[in-house]
């Protein structure tokens, strides 16, 4: 049974920055792409950024040039490095994880929430100006 749990979050300033990581456990191997996901109360939850089976990543528009998506050579810890926080950002973080359909490309990782089976608590996120 895959396990996610999120660590990291915390309340920061506009433009101070955060590490989020999460540790999987179970049947985790290199056949599993993991992901960031946030939702902020009132709104749907958001893929902010994933890491394919071959190491790319994707981001959000939203996010782009600020936050950093990798993990561990073992792929068992998946990190969120942002930069230059804003307010927009406070939400609950939280990672997932899904298996790559034989048929995606090594490239190909998704963003959206409802193809991720696997799922941590979460981690909040609070962002002041």
């Known amino acids: 049974q895959v396990q996610l749990v999120e660590s990291g979050g915390g309340s920061v300033q506009e433009g101070r920055s955060l590490r989020l990581s999460c540790q999987a456990s179970?049947?985790?191997?290199?056949?599993?792409?993991m992901g960031w996901f946030r939702q902020a109360p009132g709104k749907e939850r958001e893929g902010v950024a994933c890491i394919a089976t071959d190491g790319s990543p994707s981001y959000a528009d939203s996010v782009q040039g600020r936050f950093t998506i990798s993990q561990d050579n073992a792929g068992n810890t998946l990190y969120l490095q942002m930069d230059m926080l804003k307010p927009e950002d406070t939400a609950m973080y939280y990672c997932a994880a899904r298996r790559r359909s034989p048929y995606a490309s090594a490239w190909f990782c998704s963003r959206t929430s409802s193809d991720f089976p696997h799922w941590g608590q979460g981690t909040q996120v609070t962002v002041s100006s």
């Open positions: 179970g049947f985790i191997d290199r056949n599993y792409y």
